[in-house]
């Protein structure tokens, strides 16, 4: 399978290997992380037309924003908001959308109406399998998908806005350290956590840590927990220390450089701006010792006016999962005859069941293209030894 993937990490959905070898570079004390996302923008914005995916969401919104801009600013074309609008009435973003197109006065907008398009097994993530084999994250297909019928030369995409800004473990008490809300007992409980030494941290995670991957069997599900546990506990307290570790982020790596490729495939330039180091190492300086506190105090801190403060402020964000499950895969698991995956890590009837219940995608989808891959190779092959 493409990217060396292991059995363990096919079946449970899950990344399991070590961090990479990523460093955080010295930034001038100037560059703020505005500034350090212009930077990264500038090249595909003076190589029009640049297109952004555009969710309506808070990264995907800052990066419009910042592109918008910087575009008006040194003459280029406007970047050209790319949205995927699904056609589920739970995933309606257009109430957010519209806010920031009005907010930014962009007068081009490409925007794509889908149900099922998109799913699992259908013919765009097909197409992707057939090619390169199965790969983490399972819909790296969505992301080129947004610039079908547009001539764009580069995407602009928000990746793991979340886990730079706002998903740390330590957040909590921070926010209460920067008298932004009162304290709770759970908050209390992090502190002294925080100032355990790790192997504390470790063994009070494995005590607590519920793996949802239910359908691996009990020697799989405590090696996908010790790893998740390592993982986990072994991020640092203080802000720059943090940043210095998520950069070497195996998962958001291996994310990246995936969408990249089938962004290449499709002939694009891909651009994650809160995925390059410049912009990282900006925004650890820029936090401080402590960090910014919670999620809407970091967007409002560093994007500032850019972004209407509603979208700075949002309490939700977009999930598309729906999308994901549609005819033919749930004909392919009515079918499936448990073949394609190794059944001494994988209990094939819990994940039937789990597949049924539309159970974790972000885990359950990844062994679904396996198993999906494997029975259609085999179809193709006995094709061939007919057509012979």
């Known amino acids: 399978m493409a990217q060396g993937l292991t059995a363990l990490e096919l079946a449970s959905g899950e990344l399991l290997r070590g961090p990479t070898t990523r460093r955080l570079p010295q930034v001038a004390a100037t560059v703020t992380p505005v500034t350090a996302i212009e930077d ?11 297109a952004v995916a555009f969710s309506g969401g808070r990264d995907s919104s800052a990066l419009l924003a910042v592109a918008t801009r910087l575009a008006r600013r040194e003459g280029f074309a406007d970047p050209l908001p790319a949205t995927i609008r699904s056609g589920f009435a739970e995933n309606d973003e257009r109430a957010w959308q519209e806010l920031v197109i009005r907010h930014l006065e962009l007068k081009e907008w490409h925007r794509l109406e ?19 084999g199965v790969v983490y994250p399972f819909n ?18 928000g990746l793991d806005g979340d886990g730079l800004l706002g998903d740390y473990l330590w957040m909590g008490f921070k926010e209460v350290l920067r008298r932004e809300r009162r304290p709770t007992r759970m908050d209390l409980d992090r502190l002294l956590l925080a100032a355990a030494p790790r192997a504390v941290r470790q063994a009070w995670a494995a005590k607590r840590l519920d793996v949802a991957a239910i359908w691996l069997r009990d020697d799989a599900r405590r090696k996908v927990a010790r790893t998740l546990q390592r993982q986990a506990f072994a991020e640092p307290v203080t802000w720059p220390r943090r940043l210095a570790w998520y950069v070497r982020d195996p998962v958001v790596a291996t994310a990246c450089d995936a969408i990249n490729a089938d962004l290449a495939h499709a002939g694009v330039r891909g651009c994650a701006p809160f995925w390059d180091v410049r912009v990282i190492a900006s925004i650890a300086r820029d936090g401080g010792v402590l960090g910014y506190g919670s999620r809407t105090t970091a967007m409002r801190r560093i994007f500032g006016e850019l972004v209407p403060d509603r979208v700075k ?46 159970y974790w995608p972000a885990w359950t989808a990844l062994p679904l293209q396996v198993a999906w891959l494997a029975a259609h190779s085999r179809d193709e092959d006995l094709d061939r030894l007919v057509d012979r």
Do not use: N
Request: negative net charge; aromatic residues 12%; charged residues 30%.
């Open 313 to 358: 402020a949002r309490p939700d964000k977009g999930f598309f999962e729906d999308v994901f499950w549609g005819r033919r895969t749930k004909e392919f698991i009515e079918t499936w005859d448990g073949s394609g995956l190794d059944h001494t890590l994988v209990d094939p009837d819990v994940l039937r069941r789990c597949w049924r219940e539309q």
């Open 140 to 157: 790296t297909h969505y992301v080129p998908y947004a610039v079908t019928g547009t001539d764009a030369r580069s995407l602009v995409f």
């Open 114 to 132: 889908i149900t099922h398009e998109l799913e699992l097994v259908g013919d765009v993530a097909a197409a992707g399998l057939r090619r390169r």
């Open 40 to 50: 990264v923008l500038r090249p595909y914005l003076a190589d029009p037309p640049c």
